[in-house]
């Protein structure tokens, strides 16, 4: 069993910046891809960013490509989200994801943490 814990939400002014971690247990996941994910008020989850085993090839959503970064420790078991220049539309909740498939499905997935930008 994979258990995935977010930290780092919380409100900021938009144009500021946060950075979201999340730490897996439970077994490696070193071999996996790893993805954040969001889901905003009132709409469906979507996509955010995956990243493969090695770290070399990130992916994005177009809304947050050159402002999010993706990266992960494997010696650690972690994934970071270093997120800048946000905007209010980047609220929501995010979720961080293991053994991501494509960019809709994922094997396991955290409990959330909530980003709040302000106008």
């Known amino acids: 069993q994979v258990q995935l814990v977010e930290s780092g939400g919380g409100l900021v002014q938009a144009g500021g910046s946060l950075r979201l971690s999340c730490a897996a247990s439970?077994?490696?996941?070193?071999?996996?891809?790893m993805g954040w994910f969001r889901q905003a008020p009132g709409k469906e989850r979507e996509f955010v960013a995956v990243i493969n085993w090695s770290g070399s090839n990130p992916y994005y959503a177009d809304s947050v490509k050159a402002r999010f970064t993706i990266s992960r420790d494997n010696a650690k078991n972690t994934v970071s989200l270093q997120m800048n220049s946000l905007k209010p539309e980047d609220t929501g909740v995010y979720y961080c994801?293991?053994?991501?498939?494509?960019?809709?499905?994922?094997?396991?997935w955290g409990q959330g943490t909530q980003v709040t930008v302000s106008s």
């Open positions: 439970g077994r490696t996941l070193s071999n996996r891809h």
């Open positions: 994801a293991a053994d991501v498939r494509g960019i809709s499905q994922a094997n396991y």
